[in-house]
């Protein structure tokens, strides 16, 4: 029996976090399977670490990264809406 919350999505999915984000769970569990999803793009990275401690890496990283995640999301994006 398969547990349908580990299943592919239909929709085009980009996992990414900081390397010092509280839990890189969601990356390491559910990259390989959006990675290997027939429905492109699907994408997950771990970035380097930002700020010092989890709360940046996690909170801060997903307000203000802009300047470091910003540029592959802009292209994921774009990568979707051409399909």
Known sequence: MTN???EPGQLQTFILQA?????LG??????PIV??????PHRA????????TAEEG???F???GFSV?????LVFVNQALRR
């Not at 969601?26 to 990259?31: A, C, I, V």
């Not at 990675?35 to 492109?40: A, R, S, W």
């Open 4 to 6: 349908p919350s580990t």
């Open 19 to 23: 390397a010092n984000d509280f839990n």
């Open 26 to 31: 969601p990356t390491h569990t559910l990259g």
């Open 35 to 40: 990675e290997h999803n027939n429905l492109k």
């Open 45 to 52: 990275k771990v970035y380097p670490a930002y700020g010092t």
């Open 58 to 60: 996690h909170g801060l």
């Open 62 to 64: 997903a307000t203000a």
């Open 69 to 73: 995640w910003g540029p592959d999301v």
